[in-house]
């Protein structure tokens, strides 16, 4: 990770404050967050000492986002471990909370898998055990992050051999939920870098406005072109032509290809199949689960209604002891219907872009060896 930082600041890039990080300070290791509830306003890390801290930074989106989410799962099991907690309770809390993005169970389990593995020799080398997975698990990100970045550059010169690239994005999908530069987000930053870039359109993303706060922050940060527009103005903006390719992430793919993503992508699929636009989705491996059969079997997300009948910085919306604060803009006591993702039938997506290299069609067979590739990788 070190190299990359390096690497933007030969660029003449901003500084970035690392998404996360492992701490060992006098009073014992910590996971050190840079708390993306308080973004674009204030770059302010947060200090977990313990798996419960974590738990609440996860819930609250203080740390979101599906590979950094499974990042943090095993840098909380290694936590737990460093600290002589209980680390098969951790490890629960940890994979149940939040229920949508595979990732975050994965990362659990990567590292629990080596603490217990470890077990026999004692607890210190079982918690060294966790530590190395989790620190693996990171650095496998980044390089999935860049590879993924050359897969989708490349897959976009051969869908739009003119260049200039009109990109529509959802959500948020770079460094800050990434051991490197991301997934959809670093594909739209190696256009730009390429001189492909004409235009990031940057979906705001309600209800938390991941759009507005982080991607137009990272896009700014970057040097993008990139232009903020409210989720349902993206219509016109197809009707009007000014869309080439939708980039987005995901939090689920299952075994047919169904996409889990942040509400609202599923709409964006629905305009671009209508308006012959490609929808590409890029995701690592990690966010494939073979054990999910289909779209119907992912578990989506609800959160609570204030996020949507509240108007405010996510941290005062997820203040503590749950949803409070903010500017009310509907009646008291109205009710609000506030899934955190939806998903995308495979034959809406155009390709799925991953580590591996892009499959294109989406089909459970190609979904398969894209896993078999990866292991390869
Ligand atoms: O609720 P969030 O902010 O964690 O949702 C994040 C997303 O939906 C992202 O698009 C997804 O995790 C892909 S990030 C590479």
Not at 355 to 374: F, N, Q, W
Request: proline share 6%; net charge negative.
């Amino acid at each position: 990770m070190a190299d990359q930082y390096a690497q933007n600041q030969a660029r003449g890039e901003p500084r970035r404050i690392p998404s996360l990080r492992w701490e060992e300070s006098p009073e014992g290791p910590i996971v050190v967050l840079l708390d993306q509830t308080r973004l674009p306003a204030d770059e302010v890390e947060l200090s977990c000492t313990d798996v419960p801290a974590l738990v609440q930074a996860i819930k609250t989106l203080a740390v979101r986002g599906a590979p950094l989410l499974g990042i943090a799962g095993a840098y909380g099991v290694a936590l737990a471990a460093a600290r002589g907690q209980d680390v098969e309770e951790a490890a629960s809390l940890l994979g149940r909370s939040r229920p949508t993005a595979v990732n975050l169970a994965y990362g659990v389990r990567r590292a629990l898998d080596a603490y217990r593995t470890a077990a026999g020799k004692g607890s210190a080398p079982a918690a060294q055990a966790a530590l190395a997975a989790a620190r693996e698990l990171h650095q496998q990100d980044a390089d999935a992050s860049a590879r993924m970045a050359g897969h989708g550059l490349a897959l976009l010169d051969e869908l739009l051999p003119e260049g200039n690239h009109r990109i529509l994005t959802h959500c948020n999908t770079g460094a800050l939920v990434s051991g490197g530069e991301g997934t959809a987000f670093a594909v739209a930053l190696a256009a730009h870098r390429a001189g492909r870039l004409r235009r990031l359109w940057v979906d705001e993303t309600r209800p938390l406005l991941q759009g507005a706060r982080l991607t137009a922050y990272e896009a700014a940060r970057g040097g993008l072109a990139y232009t903020l527009l409210t989720d349902n103005a993206a219509g016109s903006l197809f009707a009007a032509g000014e869309v080439d390719a939708v980039l987005i992430g995901a939090d689920r793919i299952a075994a047919d290809g169904s996409v889990a993503n942040k509400v609202g992508s599923y709409p964006l699929a629905v305009l671009a199949k209508y308006h012959h636009v490609p929808f590409i989705v890029v995701a690592p491996t990690t966010t494939i689960d073979l054990d999910t059969a289909d779209g119907a079997m992912i578990e989506v997300e609800q959160r609570s209604g204030h996020e949507v009948t509240y108007v405010a910085a996510p941290h005062l919306l997820t203040a503590e002891g749950g949803a409070s604060g903010g500017v009310p803009v509907a009646p008291l006591g109205t009710p609000a219907y506030n899934p955190a993702f939806d998903v995308t039938p495979p034959e809406l997506v155009t390709a799925i872009v991953t580590e591996a290299g892009a499959l294109s069609p989406v089909t459970g067979g190609g979904i398969a060896e894209l896993c078999v590739r990866s292991r390869q990788v």
